[in-house]
């Protein structure tokens, strides 16, 4: 369920993992929780059957989960903002809280992460650009004191990334497919209709002079089978290239502590 951001060198054919740093888009206390969802720092969560709950390493019911606990949530955003969550893990109580997002400016020195209002000390946000951002502070009534801002685990690895492979929701679809503030590039024969942008898609690029070039775009099926909807763009490595020439990115799912092939 844990969702991953991976840095990894080819090698003989393989991919040898360089760094697995885990995601959470949100840590902090439950605010307020229905049948199948919960609410963290003012991110909506939607709980699925599929989704893994655990405290101290060992599963529990998502029932037994109460408003006031804390939490470290993995999962996917969609387009408005919410979180599908694929893992929610019980924590202690923490000095500060986490988000991860795209601060929108309110007024002054007030930004906002799809509900959460952030004060940030103006310095904070001399060079931001836009994106992901990785931000914690301390949680008030009514915003987040923020004390850190930096780049989350993601966008780090995307800058050291030639092969990157990403899994989510596509937040806007042109000639580009955004995912997670990532753009790729689509061949022009790529039709839109062929897949429900509500539902989770696995993305493959190779770096190109402008960007990442889509090679594989790939859907689940009613099925549960994998459907590659760019068939004639798959990605290709140089066998030649053996040693840490080549890089590769991926958020990947775990199950418990152990990885699996997704």
Known sequence: GQVVAVLSDRNKGFF?????????????????????????????????????????????????????QWLAVSGHRRRN????????????????????????????????VNGMRLKVNSWLMDEYEGGRLLITGELTDTFVQVQSIGSDS?????????????????????????????????PGSFDEDMFDIDEAVQIGGSLEDEGFAARDFVVQTEENESNDLLPDQELEFDEEEFESEEEYESEEEYESEEEYES
Do not use: W
């Not at 885990?22 to 720092?41: C, D, F, Q, W, Y």
């Not at 903002?81 to 007030?110: H, M, S």
């Open 16 to 68: 040898a993992a360089r760094s697995i740093d885990i995601v959470h888009e949100t840590i902090g206390p439950v605010s307020s929780r229905t049948e199948n969802s919960i609410t963290v720092l003012h991110q909506i969560i939607h709980v699925e059957k599929d989704t893994l709950v655990e405290s101290n390493g060992k599963l529990m019911s998502f029932s037994d989960v109460d408003v006031g």
């Open 81 to 112: 903002g919410e979180i599908r969550a694929t893992r929610l893990d019980l924590t202690e109580e923490k000095e500060f809280v986490q988000v991860i997002g795209a601060p929108k400016f309110i007024k002054d020195n007030i930004y906002a």
């Open 154 to 186: 993601v966008s780090q690895v995307i800058e050291q990334s030639e092969f990157l492979l990403m899994e989510g929701f596509v937040s806007d679809i042109d000639s580009e497919a955004v995912i997670n503030g990532v753009e790729f590039d689509l």
